[in-house]
C-alpha cells in the first residue's frame, strides 16, 4: 500500500488543521491505521490508531480531547483532525497502515508496517 498525507502547514496556537492520508494499492478497509509525528530533535512518537472500520480509536495522552482520528473506506482516506493546536504540537506528521500487528493499545510504539511521506505542521505560539 502506498500512503501520502497532505494538510499541514501554518497555524497559530489554540487553531485547527486537518491532514488528510489517501491510500492506494491496498485494501484500504484490512489496515489497522496511524498516525506518528516527529519533532524537531525528538523521537518519532505514536499519535493515533483506527480499527479497520473505524469503530475503535485510541490516542497518546498529550493529544486526547484535541486530536480526532478517522477514516472513510469508501474513499481510502484517513484523517487527523487537530483542534486547540499546541507550539508542542510542531512535528512532521506521518500517517501509516499495519497488517500484522492485530488491534489493541500498546501494539504500535515501535511503528507500523507501512509509511507514507510526512506532512509538517508548525504552530506558532
Known amino acids: 500500500v502506498q500512503l501520502q498525507a497532505s494538510g499541514g502547514g501554518l497555524v497559530q496556537a489554540g487553531g485547527s488543521l486537518r491532514l488528510s492520508c489517501a491510500a492506494s494499492g491496498g485494501t484500504f478497509s484490512s489496515y489497522v491505521m496511524g498516525w506518528f509525528r516527529q519533532a524537531p530533535g525528538k523521537e518519532r512518537e505514536f499519535v493515533a490508531a483506527i480499527s479497520w472500520s473505524g469503530g475503535s480509536t485510541y490516542y497518546v495522552d498529550s493529544v486526547k480531547g484535541r486530536f480526532t482520528i478517522s477514516r472513510d473506506n469508501a474513499k481510502n482516506t484517513m484523517y487527523l483532525q487537530m483542534n486547540s493546536l499546541k507550539p508542542e504540537d510542531t512535528a512532521v506528521y506521518y500517517c501509516?497502515?499495519?497488517?500484522?500487528?492485530?488491534w489493541g493499545p500498546g501494539r504500535y510504539y515501535y511503528g507500523m508496517d507501512y509509511w507514507g511521506k510526512g506532512t509538517l505542521v508548525t504552530v506558532s505560539a
Open positions: 501509516a497502515a499495519d497488517l500484522s500487528r492485530g
